[in-house]
């Protein structure tokens, strides 16, 4: 079976199986679903711009001549194992300092160097607060680095230890322990699953229950939803539901934050959790969050845009009942700025997004006829990129396989074919395959209303006889055969079709009669 027609198993088309009907993006779309570094950073590393300054409320010691250069690994070494609190401190923030510069930072000799447990236990002098927070951040840039050294960080007691300062009363201790704990958790499913099974979760959602989140600094706020967003990420298996219900309050709040960066972590959280089961998504849709979603869609700001789309395609993902509630908060209002948008990226994801609104029912499809968005989506065709026009040749098929005659027939007026039909060239077999499907599709409904002849003659005037014979050569031989079919059913008797249709004399073009005495469809 090939790759094309699980990909069409995969929508919710009329006449197969509703289970099947999803395109999901890990089968279909890799681009779409990667997690790319540039979408959402899935570990970050406290860098200071000028290491060497005092960037804590604690005053750096000055007096020990070590300070006004850098430590070497084994000072810091012998700093740390020091029975004085003093050199124990001045070597963790010489530590602190190495690990925070840009370039090069020596995490694998600190960690060879058997630093991280000292780190660990330094944590939990909560006489010594200064040391607390050093450890912690020297601890937060190595879990930043390499699976390899994330896992040293675990293996040292780091979860634990950094669970417990989350509520450390030192706001910049409690900050850098949530930091620590989002480096942790971005590491992979695993590691996610062991920070929320020490119990990280609870005292994470405790910083959260004040009836005003302006007490908290933006830093702080922005800190705590991209550690939760961590929380949020990666399937295989996806996050304990009972986490996410217990996270879902605070992310739907968080969703209504004034500040971009906090309103965007949250909207990839969202993201990841619709990026799922039927059953996942349901419990997403339940929280309410749809409409705000679909009011974030209309943000100028690219980082809230993006995750956001990415939530509302990944629900409509679902089944008809899940996607109509994405129509009826006016998700499709939104569309023809999204497909017009500066960003390629943007369009491709709007294109994605309602090609699984037309998977669904001819309602549906008539819905996105009634919104305006065809003449968009006929556009993208024509000037969108090439991975956006993949996108919406799949739309555009899926409209024609679960469009009603009269809808297809409004496909035709908007000037679909001679796009569609100029993708044929395209050196994606599994594209032209899909655009042979819509083009047979719309050929069908022809029929319906005794029209083929006049779509015939479109097809030929438009110079797509020529693109689809061309394909009767064609390597592939679903192609082959998909295009042969067509000729031979509607071009066999070239000059047959073109004396038997005589456009009726209208302004607009050919004028196509459903039946003897009914309005007239022109195209």
């Known amino acids: 079976m090939s790759e094309n027609v699980e990909r069409l198993n995969k929508f919710k088309n009329k006449g197969k199986d509703a289970n099947e009907l999803r395109r999901r993006r890990v089968e279909v779309n890799v681009e779409l679903r990667k997690a790319k570094k540039d979408d959402q950073m899935f570990k970050r590393r406290n860098v200071s711009a000028f290491p060497d300054e005092a960037t804590s409320p604690l005053q750096e010691r000055t007096q020990n001549c070590l300070s006004a250069r850098q430590w070497t690994v084994e000072e810091i070494l012998s700093g740390v194992n020091s029975s004085d609190l003093e050199s124990q401190l001045q070597a963790t923030q010489a530590a602190r300092k190495l690990l925070s510069r840009d370039k090069n930072p020596p ?56 669970i417990s300062l989350v509520t450390s009363h030192h706001q910049h201790i409690s900050e850098q322990a949530v930091w620590a704990l989002g480096n942790i958790a971005g590491d ?50 996806s996050p304990p539901m009972t986490a996410v219900q217990q996270m879902l309050p605070a992310l739907v709040r968080l969703l209504h934050h004034e500040d971009r960066e906090v309103m965007a972590d949250t909207c990839w959280a969202v993201s990841y959790l619709t990026d799922g089961s039927n059953d996942r998504i349901e419990v997403m849709v339940q929280t309410g969050l749809i409409p705000r979603l679909v009011n974030l869609l209309g943000s100028e700001e690219l980082p809230v845009i993006t995750p956001a789309l990415r939530a509302i395609g990944n629900i409509v993902t679902g089944t008809d009942e899940q996607t109509q509630a994405v129509l009826n908060a006016g998700a499709l209002s939104m569309f023809a700025r999204l497909l017009r948008h500066k960003k390629a990226n943007i369009q491709k994801e709007a294109a994605w997004t309602l090609s699984n609104i037309t998977a669904g029912k001819d309602a549906q499809i008539q819905e996105v006829i009634d919104s305006g968005i065809v003449p968009h989506l006929v556009n993208t065709l024509v000037q969108g990129d090439y991975k956006t026009q993949k996108e919406a040749v799949w739309a555009v098929t899926n409209f ?41 599709n719309i050929f069908m409904a022809g029929d319906k209303i005794g029209e083929s002849d006049k779509l015939s003659l479109m097809v030929e005037e438009s110079g797509g006889l020529d693109k689809i014979e061309a394909l009767q050569s064609h390597e592939n031989e679903m192609i082959y055969k998909a295009s042969l079919n067509l000729i031979e059913k509607y071009f066999s008797d070239e000059q047959e079709v073109v004396q038997s249709v005589v456009p009726e004399a209208t302004d607009d073009g050919y004028a196509f009669n459903i039946s003897e005495n009914q309005s007239a469809f022109n195209f």
């Open 188 to 237: 992979g499913s695993a590691l996610r699953d062991r920070v929320i099974k020490n119990g990280a979760v609870a005292p994470l959602l405790s910083l959260l229950a004040v009836p005003d989140l302006s007490v908290f600094s933006t830093g702080y706020m922005r800190n705590v939803t991209w550690t939760l967003s961590n929380l949020c990420r990666n399937k295989n298996p």
């Open 107 to 162: 995490i694998n000799q600190m960690i060879g160097a058997g630093l991280i447990p000292k780190f660990v236990s330094f944590l939990g002098l909560v006489d010594c607060p200064p040391i607390q927070f050093e450890a912690s951040w020297a601890l937060t840039n190595i879990a930043s680095g390499t699976c390899d050294q994330t896992a040293a960080v675990v293996e040292g007691g780091g979860i634990p230890a950094f």
């Open 400 to 440: 024609t396989s679960g469009g009603t005659v009269e809808q297809v027939v409004y496909l035709v007026q908007a000037n679909v074919l001679e796009p569609l039909l100029n993708l044929l060239s395209s050196k994606d077999s599994k594209i032209v395959l899909v655009i042979l499907d819509a083009i047979t």
